[in-house]
């Protein structure tokens, strides 16, 4: 399994960086459908997510917002029939940034919410600056692009509110390696650890 899983991603990456440069949608798509395979003989529907994740980026690099917004859509589709909230908002995030140099601002804040509400899934989990980027965008960009979007509308309401969801996941963040002395306040622990399941269960 480690093999074909280093194949695949070796793969994806590849292909990525052969569409890029060759500046053709169409050079990697042998590489793609390669590693795609390698995933999908694993059952690993993650890399199959992420190798999609690497073609919407070097699509978005090559400047082919048209091609790369469909497969960001398809791909964010994918990802969320299979439960697979931190890539559901990374991917998400690339369909935003295609459709805003597409000129469909609307339609892009659709896709930045989709991929806050993402990234509300995975609050915690992302305490790494690895975690929390991804595919060359990170989820405080999400946050920007509301913001920038919600000053566009002249709606204070929404950007306030986005801004001060974009504090609390970073307080949650920060705190989220922080050690807790388990020996001190065993009882209060034991709660804090039970809620923290009950509510990633919620999500």
Request: hydrophobic share 45%.
């Amino acid at each position: 399994p480690d093999v074909y899983y280093a194949r695949g991603i070796n793969l994806g990456i590849l292909g990525a960086a052969r569409l890029v440069n060759l500046k053709d949608p169409a050079a990697g798509t042998p590489l793609f459908d390669s590693a795609r395979a390698y995933f999908e003989a694993l059952g690993f529907v993650a890399g199959q997510a992420t190798v999609d994740g690497f073609r919407v980026r070097a699509l978005l690099d090559i400047g082919r917002a048209d091609l790369a917004e469909p497969a960001a859509a398809a791909a964010a589709r994918f990802a969320a029939e299979n439960g697979l909230a931190d890539l559901v908002w990374k991917i998400e995030a690339l369909r935003g940034e295609a459709l805003l140099a597409l000129d469909r601002p609307r339609e892009a804040e659709q896709a930045y919410r989709a991929a806050d509400t993402a990234v509300e899934a995975v609050t915690g989990s992302l305490s790494t600056d690895e975690g929390k980027r991804r595919f060359g965008i990170g989820k405080e960009q999400i946050t920007q692009r509301l913001v920038e979007l919600d000053i566009q509308r002249g709606d204070m309401n929404a950007l306030f509110r986005d801004l001060e969801r974009g504090r609390a996941r970073a307080f949650v963040d920060m705190l989220a390696n922080r050690p807790i002395a388990a020996d001190r306040q065993p009882e209060l622990v034991a709660e804090i650890n039970t809620l923290d399941g009950k509510i990633r269960g919620q999500r």
